[in-house]
Nanobody, 122 residues
């Protein structure tokens, strides 16, 4: 089973940018989800294996960009104009033989990373 390792989280001020990464080998579609204290896990962004399709939650559209470098087996989430409400543990996830809008659903993913904390101060 694929192993996922996130990195790049941290503490930033509102308005700042941060990029988090997820190392994962294999032909998987990848997604980013987040979970804030006391809240349910929510979809953030996803990308097809080819990189040709990307999907975003409305709350991050225009601020976050998901991308991947398959030669490096790495998926990135570039987060700009961060807000305090973006504070959460961010998880990457891998889905085999999945693509499109179904990537918005957590249940389709086959493996999850351990999470990386992103904290945005006001």
């Amino acid at each position: 089973q694929v192993q996922l390792v996130e990195s790049g989280g941290g503490l930033v001020q509102a308005g700042a940018s941060l990029r988090i990464s997820c190392a994962a080998s294999g032909r998987y579609a990848m997604g980013w989800f987040r979970q804030a204290p006391g809240k349910e896990r929510e979809f953030v962004a996803a990308i097809n294996w080819s990189g040709g399709g990307t999907y975003y939650a409305d709350s991050v559209k225009g601020r976050f960009t998901i991308s991947r470098d398959n030669a490096k087996n790495t998926v990135y989430l570039q987060m700009n104009s961060l807000k305090p409400e973006d504070t959460a543990v961010y998880y990457c996830a891998a889905a085999l033989n999945r693509r499109g809008v179904e990537l918005r659903v957590g249940n389709v993913y086959d493996a999850w990373g351990q999470g990386t904390q992103v904290t945005v101060s006001s």
